[in-house]
């Protein structure tokens, strides 16, 4: 079974940038020396939910400082890029890492992320699956062309092409339309699920991509398919749910403030504020645990990873990184101290 790590970068009111980068990092030169597989970095923009906005320059900085853990994007908004600018991006980040990149693709959640690109979200389907086309064409075809509704591109050259042949690896979200789920199917890229789902949404969303697959002639198992989970071990479930409760309220909090805003964001504003005057609460922390997590003492960790095993799922993801404004982030420390726990007692039992 492969084990990988992801992260949004969340940004807390009392945290500096500089400093959750470098945590970040520490964190990732810490996966790669216990054995995990990967670490997977969300794009967002104009908001504390995530710090990246530049997710490709923060995995080149990761990938200046590890060995051996892929470099993955959980997930890249291509609509919100200009296709050649994103393959030339991707291609020098796939040839200085060595070859450890793979690419994830997702429309993106937060409406005004595509309103401060002044874009218009209706278009968001049709210009995805152009870009994503536009961007393996040129990764792989010498003097691509290519005439859009949305991009262009004449005789355009590469350079560098990627390291790893014919591209890197390709992952695509399809969460909420079947629509995307369709286009998913028929590129014969793996989906990729992530937190926004409850565990049995998203394994009947990996069961449908397979079966639909299946239909279109095209063999994608659900072991390539990487689940994500929120993630915390401790040496007692009190202990887990007491380090992980605020950090996961916070992202709870944050996600739903910032659907609030159409346009602008939530970035110069205060979370307590909009506590005190929203109408409707987000998921409580004890319904995540129970439908979007994977939280406990290692033996617990276990049966859940198991359980997700025999429906299954060969790749398992996990986010520690959850945001939280009252402890400013669940303390760096404790975050190392739970990863180090997940590998020596947790990944043992599936390898």
């Known amino acids: ?37 990967s670490i997977w970095l969300a794009e967002h923009h104009f908001s504390r939910y995530g710090l990246g906005s530049s997710s490709l320059v923060v995995a080149s900085n990761i990938a200046a400082r590890t060995r051996n853990i892929r470099l993955g994007t959980a997930v890249l908004v291509p609509t919100l890029h200009h296709p050649i600018r994103l393959a030339e991006d991707t291609a020098t980040l796939d040839v200085i890492s060595g070859g450890r990149l793979d690419v994830g693709y997702g429309r993106g959640a937060a409406g005004y992320e595509y309103t401060g690109y002044d874009l218009d979200h209706a278009d968001s389907q049709p210009r995805f699956q152009e870009a994503i086309t536009m961007v393996q064409g040129l990764w792989t075809t010498p003097e691509y062309t290519h005439k859009g509704e949305f991009f262009s591109a004449r005789k355009a050259n590469l350079a560098p092409m990627p390291l790893q042949r014919p591209h890197p690896p390709v992952y695509i979200a399809a969460t909420r339309t079947l629509e995307t789920l369709k286009f998913v199917v028929s590129t014969g890229h793996p989906l990729i699920v992530g937190v926004v789902l409850d565990t049995v949404d998203g394994l009947d969303l990996c069961h449908r991509f397979v079966n639909m697959s299946q ?30 409760r605020g950090g996961l309220d916070w992202t709870l909090d944050v996600g739903q403030w910032r659907r609030a805003f159409k346009e602008s964001s939530e970035v110069y504003h205060k979370l307590e504020d909009w506590r005190r005057q929203r109408t409707e609460l987000p998921p409580t922390y004890d319904y995540l ?21 025999e429906q299954g799922i060969e790749y398992f993801g996990c986010n520690f990184f959850m945001g939280n404004i009252e402890m400013g982030n669940i303390e760096h420390r404790n975050v190392l101290k739970s990863m180090e726990l997940f590998a020596q007692e947790i990944m043992p039992a599936f390898r």
Request: glycine share 6%; aromatic share 12%.
């Open 215 to 244: 239909e279109a002639g095209i063999e994608v198992p659900i072991s390539k398919i990487p689940f994500f989970r929120y993630c915390y071990v401790a040496e007692t479930e009190e202990q887990a749910r007491r380090d992980s």
């Open 1 to 37: 079974m492969k084990f990988g790590l992801f992260t949004h970068i969340p940004w807390p009111e009392d945290k500096e940038p500089r400093q959750l980068f470098q945590e970040i990092t520490e964190q990732a030169v810490l996966g790669d020396q216990l054995g995990f597989d």
């Open 289 to 309: 645990f129970e439908n979007r997590a994977v939280i406990g003492t290692p033996d617990q960790c276990i049966a859940r990873i198991k359980a997700l095993q």
